[in-house]
């Protein structure tokens, strides 16, 4: 448990902010004015963009669940907008037909809204789509052939592949690349219009074949795919790649600050002269975007690659997407997990231009310092064993009375009943005790927290040799929170819950899905690392008034935080996931 009041760590260097605040000190973007561009975001939203103000966008594409790393990417660009009086942008870059669907669309809008962002500022809701500028895209295209700086190749895809060069040996120009512009828009033409077969032409950026980048000899800016888009329908056959469409709706969008991974810098060439092109021939206007990269946020003991965890679904390694175990947003809300944590894990991480490893630990106490304050406590015994106090009469209860929070006195008090017959954790008894515990043994005495002081006297055994029960009697002047409590001085205290009224339960342990740090490296399949322990479940009991309603969050005393499970748990028939321990045990 964390301590009450105690500061926490000072956010992590953010370069992306002294960028910001350079570009907004300079004037940089304060003459910009943001035309009213067909299919551009000024014109979709009604309203012209204000030039004043920063511009970022989160940009994913729907073809899957957003997970834990674009949660950083997320808390990036909304956060950057928020502390600078901007706006960021919520849009889905769907460009690929096949693998995109509206079920991920509405994933993600769930998402970000669950994460605590809006996108909707100074009165207008900034939601778009790269599908909103495909009309615009198409035309941008034609407009470069004619200024000769794209064409249309005839060549397989495999072809074009082949030709590529490599990082020491230079590309070969396609024998289509000096075709006249007038022939190249005709072919463009024809592949708009579903005359050519998906593979058979793609349009190519005319730029350098012998470029040590290679994202800059001849890349791919459309490609004919005759698939049903979950938006436009089959109005298109054609989709641009997405280097070609981001850059623009960028533009369009009015987008001051693009914040990419760093796997999309050596893109940033491309970027930067595709646009430039564009204002040459009159489609856009400075000032334009700027790309700036940022390391991703790389978290041990998990995977984010969509291969992979499709992979693991697929195979049953886990129960869905949303499992417990997957850094999936879904997942990791399932799980427990708070958006103020993860945003407190983003903030404390700040952005960094290395790549580094981040400690899952780090995730985990951002929780514990997030539901410390808030979470009410209560007492669950997961590994039930029967504890009967022989002195106590029987049929006979009392309440017994404790606080909600330690630290929040507001929060009131809750309280149970004690009785002859309590349940206690089998770790709490021991027949022949180890050197320091200070449990239940024969002849040893403890405190039962808010209750007695009881001394062992005995226990019973099964058939098996197992401990099935164990026996004591109570001091009945030694009462928590009476004049004699202390009279008596114990140095274990135990939980404890009165057995006929204690709430059943299923809880459910989980702990990492993976025993490596990094499951990708070591040249082994990442599956052969997969955690057998990385979830148990088990019937125990829980404090009568414990609220098994979804979603609900407690600090299970001694134990940890706890969640009622989304899916499977209800006020009758409660079902609680662990989300962390009280303390980082995994070491």
Same mark, same amino acid.
């Given at each position: 448990?964390?301590?009450p009041?105690? *500061?926490?760590?000072?956010?992590?260097?953010?370069?992306l902010?002294?960028?910001?605040? $350079?570009?907004?000190?300079a004037?940089?973007?304060?003459?910009?004015?943001?035309?009213?561009? *067909?299919g551009?975001?000024?014109?979709?939203?009604?309203?012209?963009?204000?030039?004043?103000?920063i511009?970022?966008?989160?940009?994913?594409?729907?073809n899957?669940?957003l997970?834990?790393?674009?949660?950083?990417?997320i808390?990036?660009?909304?956060?950057?907008?928020?502390?600078?009086?901007g706006?960021?942008?919520?849009?889905?870059?769907?460009?690929?037909?096949?693998?995109?669907?509206?079920r991920?669309?509405?994933?993600i809008?769930?998402?970000?809204?669950?994460? &605590?962002?809006d996108w909707?500022?100074?009165?207008?809701?900034?939601? @778009?789509?790269?599908?909103?500028?495909?009309?615009f895209m198409?035309?941008?295209?034609?407009?470069?052939?004619?200024?000769?700086?794209?064409?249309?190749d005839? !060549?397989?895809?495999?072809? #074009?592949?082949?030709?590529r060069?490599?990082?020491?040996e230079a590309?070969?120009?396609? *024998?289509?690349?000096?075709? *006249?512009?007038?022939?190249s828009?005709?072919?463009?033409?024809?592949?708009?219009?579903?005359?050519h077969?998906?593979?058979?032409?793609a349009?190519?950026?005319?730029?350098?074949? $012998?470029?040590?980048?290679?994202?800059l000899r001849?890349?791919?800016?459309?490609?004919i795919?005759?698939?049903?888009?979950?938006?436009?329908?089959?109005?298109?056959?054609?989709?641009?790649? @997405?280097?070609?469409?981001?850059?623009?709706e960028?533009?369009?969008?009015?987008?001051?600050?693009? #914040?990419?991974?760093?796997?999309?810098?050596d !893109? =940033?060439?491309?970027y930067d002269?595709?646009?430039n092109?564009?204002?040459e021939l009159g489609l856009?206007?400075?000032?334009?975007? +700027?790309?700036?990269e940022?390391?991703?946020?790389?978290?041990t003991?998990?995977?984010?690659?969509?291969?992979?965890?499709? !992979?693991?679904?697929?195979?049953?390694h886990v129960?869905?997407?949303?499992?417990?175990?997957?850094p999936?947003?879904?997942?990791l809300r399932?799980?427990? @997990?708070?958006?103020e944590? #993860?945003?407190?894990l983003?903030?404390?991480?700040?952005?960094s231009?290395?790549?580094?490893?981040i400690?899952?630990?780090?995730?985990?106490?951002?929780?514990r310092?997030?539901?410390d304050?808030?979470?009410?406590?209560?007492v669950?015994?997961?590994?039930?064993?029967?504890?009967?106090?022989?002195? @106590?009469?029987?049929?006979?209860t009392e309440?017994?009375?404790?606080?909600? +929070?330690?630290?929040?006195?507001?929060?009131?008090?809750?309280?149970?009943?004690?009785?002859?017959?309590?349940?206690?954790?089998?770790e709490?008894?021991e027949e022949?005790?180890?050197k320091?515990?200070? =449990?239940l043994?024969?002849?040893n005495m403890?405190?039962?927290?808010?209750?007695?002081v009881?001394?062992?006297?005995?226990?019973?055994?099964?058939?098996?040799?197992?401990?099935?029960?164990? !026996?004591a009697?109570?001091?009945?002047d030694?009462?928590? &929170?009476?004049?004699?409590?202390?009279s008596?001085?114990?140095?274990?205290? #135990?939980?404890?819950?009165?057995?006929?009224?204690a709430?059943?339960?299923?809880?459910?342990?989980?702990? =990492?899905?993976f025993?490596?740090?990094?499951p990708?490296?070591?040249?082994?399949?990442?599956?052969?690392?997969l955690?057998?322990?990385?979830?148990?479940?088990?019937q125990?009991?829980?404090?009568?008034?414990?609220?098994?309603?979804?979603?609900?969050s407690y600090q299970f005393?001694?134990?940890?935080?706890?969640?009622?499970?989304?899916?499977?748990?209800?006020t009758l028939?409660?079902v609680?996931?662990?989300?962390?321990?009280?303390?980082?045990?995994w070491?």
């Amino acid at each position: 448990m964390t301590t009450p009041n105690k *500061p926490a760590p000072a956010p992590a260097t953010n370069f992306l902010r002294n960028i910001v605040e $350079a570009d907004l000190a300079a004037g940089r973007y304060a003459e910009k004015h943001w035309a009213g561009h *067909p299919g551009s975001a000024s014109e979709l939203a009604g309203a012209p963009l204000d030039p004043a103000r920063i511009r970022t966008r989160f940009p994913p594409e729907p073809n899957g669940y957003l997970h834990i790393g674009h949660a950083k990417s997320i808390a990036l660009n909304f956060g950057l907008a928020r502390d600078y009086g901007g706006v960021c942008h919520l849009r889905l870059d769907d460009t690929n037909p096949e693998k995109e669907e509206q079920r991920y669309v509405d994933a993600i809008v769930d998402a970000v809204r669950w994460l &605590g962002y809006d996108w909707t500022a100074f009165g207008t809701e900034h939601y @778009y789509h790269a599908s909103d500028y495909f009309d615009f895209m198409y035309e941008a295209a034609e407009a470069l052939i004619m200024a000769g700086h794209a064409y249309v190749d005839e !060549q397989s895809p495999e072809e #074009i592949r082949a030709m590529r060069g490599t990082l020491t040996e230079a590309g070969t120009d396609s *024998p289509w690349r000096d075709r *006249p512009p007038e022939e190249s828009v005709a072919r463009l033409r024809e592949m708009r219009d579903g005359k050519h077969p998906d593979g058979s032409m793609a349009l190519r950026a005319k730029i350098d074949m $012998a470029s040590p980048n290679m994202n800059l000899r001849d890349p791919v800016l459309y490609r004919i795919r005759h698939a049903t888009h979950h938006r436009t329908g089959d109005k298109w056959c054609i989709y641009p790649m @997405y280097t070609y469409a981001h850059p623009i709706e960028d533009a369009l969008e009015g987008i001051t600050h693009s #914040i990419c991974t760093l796997e999309f810098e050596d !893109q =940033r060439p491309f970027y930067d002269w595709l646009l430039n092109h564009l204002r040459e021939l009159g489609l856009l206007e400075a000032p334009l975007p +700027h790309q700036h990269e940022f390391a991703r946020l790389n978290l041990t003991y998990i995977i984010t690659s969509k291969r992979k965890l499709l !992979q693991l679904v697929n195979d049953g390694h886990v129960s869905g997407w949303d499992d417990p175990r997957m850094p999936t947003i879904l997942g990791l809300r399932r799980r427990g @997990y708070t958006p103020e944590a #993860i945003q407190l894990l983003c903030e404390r991480t700040g952005a960094s231009k290395s790549d580094s490893w981040i400690d899952y630990s780090l995730l985990e106490q951002a929780l514990r310092d997030d539901l410390d304050p808030k979470a009410p406590r209560t007492v669950a015994v997961l590994r039930p064993l029967k504890l009967v106090i022989t002195n @106590y009469p029987e049929g006979r209860t009392e309440e017994c009375s404790a606080p909600r +929070h330690p630290h929040h006195p507001e929060m009131g008090r809750r309280t149970f009943p004690f009785g002859r017959e309590l349940w206690i954790e089998q770790e709490d008894f021991e027949e022949t005790p180890p050197k320091g515990f200070f =449990r239940l043994f024969p002849g040893n005495m403890v405190r039962l927290k808010y209750g007695y002081v009881v001394k062992c006297t005995g226990f019973v055994k099964d058939e098996a040799g197992k401990v099935v029960e164990v !026996q004591a009697e109570y001091l009945p002047d030694t009462r928590s &929170g009476t004049p004699g409590a202390d009279s008596v001085k114990v140095k274990g205290n #135990i939980t404890w819950l009165h057995a006929p009224t204690a709430v059943p339960a299923e809880i459910r342990l989980y702990d =990492r899905l993976f025993t490596e740090a990094n499951p990708s490296a070591g040249g082994k399949d990442f599956i052969e690392y997969l955690n057998p322990s990385s979830v148990e479940t088990i019937q125990g009991y829980l404090e009568p008034g414990t609220d098994g309603t979804p979603g609900t969050s407690y600090q299970f005393e001694r134990f940890g935080y706890f969640v009622a499970d989304r899916e499977d748990s209800s006020t009758l028939a409660p079902v609680f996931n662990r989300t962390t321990t009280l303390r980082d045990t995994w070491k």
